[in-house]
């Protein structure tokens, strides 16, 4: 099976569907990509669903964790491609989660 990274606005975009609170992108350096889309969820039963049907997608496990502090109960990181362009961080450090705005 190959390993597929996704665009972070198609994870994004289909992580609402499942519920999902918050999606943020960050670097990974366990991740093939580089980075991650953190996917936040209240429940683990839609956590888990989404995290089975990723991991179909990008061909490699996808991890669910419980951290103590977040906008969630759950987390799910998915391998995906940021966005292209210029990317402007607000309040980020390496490594952390941000929300990123797109500059074009």
Not at 77 to 101: E, M, W, Y
Request: glycine content about 14%; proline content about 6%.
């Amino acid at each position: 099976m190959s390993r597929l990274p996704v665009p972070f606005e198609f994870v994004a975009g289909l992580s609402v569907q499942f519920g999902a609170s918050e999606c943020f992108w960050r670097e990974s350096e366990r991740s093939f990509s580089g980075f991650v889309a953190e996917v936040w969820f209240a429940e683990l039963s839609a956590a888990g669903g989404f995290a089975q049907r990723w991991a179909a997608v990008v061909g490699v496990g996808v991890l669910v964790r419980c951290p103590s502090a977040g906008p969630g109960r759950f987390v799910v990181s998915v391998p995906c491609q940021v966005p292209s362009g210029q990317v402007v961080l607000q309040g980020g450090v390496r490594g952390g989660r941000v929300r990123c705005q797109l500059v074009r």
